[in-house]
C-alpha cells in the first residue's frame, strides 16, 4: 500500500523560495515513477513536474528554470525545490506515484497524497 506524505508548504513573498517534500512509505520507491502536481482554486490539476526511479525529469514550461525535481531513494523521498516564487505559483501541491516511467497525464497515477498548500505573495 502506498501512503504519500507532503511538507513543507508555507507562506512566502514573490521571489523567495521553498522546498517540498514527499515521503513515500509502504512501497517499494526505488521503481516508482514520481510526480509533483498542483491545482489553484478553480483550475485543473496540472503537472509541475516528474521524476522516474532513475533520474529522468520532465517539467512543466511555466516552472523550468525555477523548480528542480529530485529524489532520495534511500530516504523514499522526492523534493520539489521551488525557487523565484511568482503569486501565480500560489495553489496545493500533491505528490503523486506510479509504476514504471513518468507519465504526464494525471489520470495515470493511482497513487496521491493530500497536498500542501503553497501561497506566493505578492
Known amino acids: 500500500q502506498v501512503q504519500l506524505v507532503e511538507s513543507g508548504g508555507g507562506l512566502v513573498q514573490a521571489g523567495g523560495s521553498l522546498r517540498l517534500s514527499c515521503v513515500d512509505s509502504g512501497s517499494i520507491f526505488s521503481i516508482n515513477a514520481m510526480g509533483w502536481y498542483r491545482q489553484a482554486p478553480g483550475k485543473q490539476r496540472e503537472l509541475v513536474a516528474a521524476?522516474?526511479?532513475?533520474?529522468?525529469?520532465n517539467y512543466a514550461d511555466s516552472v523550468k528554470g525555477r523548480f528542480t525535481i529530485s529524489r532520495d531513494n534511500a530516504k523514499n523521498t522526492v523534493y520539489l525545490q521551488m525557487n523565484s516564487l511568482k503569486p501565480e505559483d500560489t495553489a496545493v501541491y500533491y505528490c503523486a506515484a506510479r509504476g514504471g516511467y513518468y507519465s504526464t497525464d494525471v489520470r495515470d497515477y493511482p497513487y496521491w497524497g493530500r497536498g500542501t498548500q503553497v501561497t506566493v505573495s505578492s
Open positions: 521524476i522516474t526511479s532513475g533520474g529522468s525529469t
